[in-house]
T-cell receptor
């Protein structure tokens, strides 16, 4: 069901920026791009979402390609607490529910 | 603001027994969702309540699973009788009504269910 493609895993050094890519070539014009993350032993946690324009919040930034076929979640300074599985999810075709894919496992090295 | 609360955090039962999971959404959130992750698989949608009504139950695996949300507040998910393949983590999430596609869901920490 998931219509996004993410790398299985990525590794980052602490205090460095992390760019997590997501491809969604079949995105429709009304689909929102959502990012959630799941820390160990916790439920998924909202990170950020956007439609067309780049978005910033206290957790991260979301850069959306002009054709909207891809996006990148940017963590400006990774910390050990950012180690988690990050999910890129399109929200639209399935109504209000979120459809999770496999996500990207982010490992942060000290 | 209290978050989404799930109880119990862990449950270990034998095959054939009944288990009831509870979810208390954030106060005022009319949308309530159940998800689960079984071992080695992705997080899967089970069903969606709007207030006390089932909006979408397309993800419920079979009739051994019964979800209720009487009064539109907390929700329960009963598994009867439990089978080995029901083992996994069950998550509940909530959001405000008329959330639309841009609204965010708040998840609980989940209930780890082990069926032996």
């Amino acid at each position: 069901d998931a219509k996004t493609t993410q790398p299985n895993s990525m590794e980052s050094n602490e205090e460095e920026p992390v760019h997590l890519p997501c491809n969604h070539s079949t995105i429709s014009g009304t689909d929102y791009i959502h990012w959630y993350r799941q820390l160990p032993s916790q439920g998924p946690e909202y990170v950020i979402h956007g439609l067309t324009s780049n978005v910033n919040n206290r957790m991260a930034s979301l850069a959306i390609a002009e054709d909207r076929k891809s996006s990148t979640l940017i963590l400006h300074r990774a910390t050990l607490r950012d180690a988690a599985v990050y999910y890129c999810i399109l929200r639209g075709e399935y109504g209000n529910k979120l459809v999770f894919g496999a996500g990207t496992i982010l490992r942060v090295k000290s | 603001e209290a978050g989404v609360t799930q109880f119990p955090s862990h449950s270990v039962i034998e095959k054939g027994q009944t288990v009831t999971l509870r979810c208390d959404p954030i106060s005022g959130h009319d949308n309530l969702y159940w998800y689960r992750r079984v071992m080695g698989k992705e997080i899967k949608f089970l069903l969606h309540f709007v207030k006390e009504s089932k909006q979408d139950e397309s993800g419920m695996p079979n009739n051994r699973f019964l979800a209720e949300r009487t009064g539109g507040t907390y929700s329960t998910l009963k598994v009867q009788p439990a089978e080995l393949e029901d083992s996994g983590v069950y998550f509940c999430a909530s959001s405000r009504l008329f959330a639309g596609k841009g609204e965010k869901l708040f998840f609980g920490s989940g209930t780890q269910l082990s069926v032996l």
